[in-house]
């Protein structure tokens, strides 16, 4: 009776791993269309109007947790924003300068374009889930194909950028965010037009890493990190990201000046706290910078 | 299949649902210093330790299967670390039937931990790259120490959803055995 009971336990249990490994390897095998992936947009598509209920149900509760963590934050920063402050406001004097001028020379060569994100048809969601692990960095947002989202959109706050669309059901999505070991951003350092691609860099959400930027472009603390889009002509070279969206600022520059420096980029959007994102639904020039 | 079993079976599945449901609603969202809470692998544990190897397991595996469907990760990861967790937990009630009030604590500090390491490890094996740093590290053990505060509630909640459909409750089977003589360590003494 005994031996039967040990037998079966580890009949059962040899079983289960035998099903996970096997789930695992089909779901590496198979493709986007694949009947995994299948299901789980089916999964997603079920579950989401209960995480969206349960998402609203909790917010009290959520914002309380974060009214505790703001506050102890708050004080640690007041020193820090205030200098941020003082800087921005000099380089808003000068920058308002340089707008005019930029208005008046557009004109001049007949562009019209601004480079705000009117034309991409932000459609904005509503965050109502996320990965409870440090080792995937993804959340759920409340609008899917019937609201024209669609894989491979850019996803942004008014911070600036959070990621892409990777999954997208009738109602709701799957946004990888670019603290994401998969992710990687087509980007610039604002100030001196270094090109970078913007990755994860420890799987900490606030360091990421601008890689495989020239040594021969000077990369200061403080400088702006934005999306680059793409310079290419060829419509198969299409970036996933419209130029001029803020990715972050650069916080530290490891070996600077050598082909192995390390930039690393702290992001504008705070990736562990989104409530409401938006999805730029139309690519617009091809992204083209 | 009795009355007992299938009654433990549906009351697995819905608190299996419901975890996984509350855990990416409202859970995930509510950062202390930078970290998240992560109910599951204490459910899973707390279950292992209440009903057995093979319904922890089970369960675990369950659980996991979920946790990947709905949040579109790769699917059979979660499967393979929790029910190594629901199978571990379970395990050791079948051995050591461990009494202290702190098991549940020490349980499910040690079911976070293989759940974060078990992560890294796939992970690792999967050609994903695992970059270890302080910050990721911290990370990790925040969410060890947040678990182990609320290991025990969570605990005395799984038990109590779980209390009626157990097949003999071992706390009760002890004080049962005490009271009706012969039993305790102390009369055999």
């Known amino acids: 009776m005994y031996d039967k009971s040990v037998r079966r336990r580890r009949v059962a249990l040899a079983l289960l791993v035998a099903c996970s490994l096997l789930l695992l390897t089909a779901y590496f095998g198979e493709s986007q269309s694949g009947g995994l992936h299948s299901v789980q947009r089916g999964v997603l598509q079920v579950v989401s109007p209960i995480q969206e209920g349960a998402s609203r149900a909790l917010k009290p509760v959520r914002d309380l947790f974060g009214w505790f963590g703001d506050t102890i934050n708050a004080k640690s920063q007041v020193a820090g924003?205030?200098?941020?402050?003082?800087?921005?406001r000099r380089a808003a004097i000068a920058g308002s300068d340089a707008v005019r001028m930029n208005g008046e020379l557009e004109k001049l060569v007949g562009l019209d374009q601004t480079n705000s994100l009117q034309g991409t048809r932000p459609v904005a969601a509503r965050v109502i889930g996320q990965s409870p692990t440090i080792w995937f960095s993804t959340i759920e947002i409340d609008q899917g194909t019937s609201a024209g989202v669609r894989v491979g959109q850019p996803v942004v706050t008014g911070d600036g950028l959070v990621g892409q669309?990777?999954?997208?059901?009738?109602?709701?999505?799957?946004?990888?965010l670019i603290s994401d070991s998969s992710s990687a951003v087509s980007a610039r350092v604002s100030q001196s037009g270094a090109p970078g691609i913007v990755q994860t860099g420890t799987g900490g959400?606030?360091?990421?890493?601008?890689?495989?930027?020239?040594?021969?472009?000077?990369?200061?603390?403080?400088?702006a990190v934005v999306t680059a889009g793409t310079m290419s002509r060829s419509d198969k070279l299409e970036s996933l990201?419209?130029?001029?969206?803020?990715?972050?600022?650069?916080?530290r520059v490891d070996d600077a000046g050598t082909d192995t420096q390390q930039v690393h980029v702290s992001p504008y959007a705070d990736l562990q706290r989104l409530e409401i994102v938006q999805v730029l639904t139309r690519r617009v020039n091809g992204n083209r910078g | 299949m009795t009355t007992?079993?299938?009654?433990?079976?549906?009351?697995?599945?819905?608190?299996?649902?419901?975890?996984?449901?509350?855990?990416?609603?409202?859970?995930?969202?509510l950062k202390i210093f930078g970290a998240n809470a992560d109910l599951t692998p204490l459910v899973v544990a707390s279950a292992g330790l209440l009903a057995?190897?093979?319904?922890?397991?089970?369960?675990?595996?369950?659980?996991?299967?979920?946790?990947?469907?709905?949040?579109?990760?790769?699917?059979?990861?979660?499967?393979?670390?929790?029910?190594?967790i629901g199978y571990g937990a379970g395990r050791l009630r079948e051995l050591r039937d461990p009494q202290g009030a702190v098991v549940p604590i020490a349980v499910g500090v040690v079911a976070t931990v293989v759940a974060q390491l078990g992560f890294a490890l796939m992970q690792f094996l999967l050609g994903h790259d695992v970059p270890m740093d302080a910050d990721l590290i911290w990370q990790i053990v925040l969410t060890v120490g947040i678990n182990a505060v609320i290991a025990a509630p969570v605990y005395a909640l799984v038990r109590r959803w779980?209390?009626?459909?157990?097949?003999?409750?071992?706390?009760?089977?002890?004080?049962?055995?005490?009271?009706?003589?012969?039993?305790?360590?102390?009369?055999?003494?």
Do not use: C, E, H
């Open chain 1, 81 to 88: 924003l205030r200098r941020q402050n003082a800087a921005l």
């Open chain 1, 165 to 176: 669309v990777t999954t997208a059901a009738s109602d709701s999505s799957v946004v990888t």
């Open chain 1, 205 to 223: 959400p606030r360091d990421l890493r601008l890689n495989l930027v020239p040594r021969r472009f000077r990369i200061d603390k403080g400088n």
């Open chain 1, 241 to 251: 990201y419209p130029p001029g969206i803020p990715v972050g600022v650069i916080t």
């Open chain 2, 4 to 29: 007992d079993v299938r009654s433990l079976t549906w009351r697995l599945v819905v608190l299996g649902i419901v975890t996984v449901l509350v855990q990416i609603a409202a859970v995930s969202q």
């Open chain 2, 52 to 84: 057995g190897s093979l319904p922890g397991a089970a369960f675990g595996f369950g659980v996991g299967l979920f946790l990947d469907l709905a949040l579109v990760q790769t699917v059979g990861m979660s499967s393979l670390i929790f029910l190594t």
């Open chain 2, 162 to 189: 779980l209390l009626r459909a157990l097949p003999d409750d071992p706390r009760r089977r002890r004080r049962r055995a005490y009271t009706t003589g012969g039993l305790s360590p102390l009369s055999r003494a």
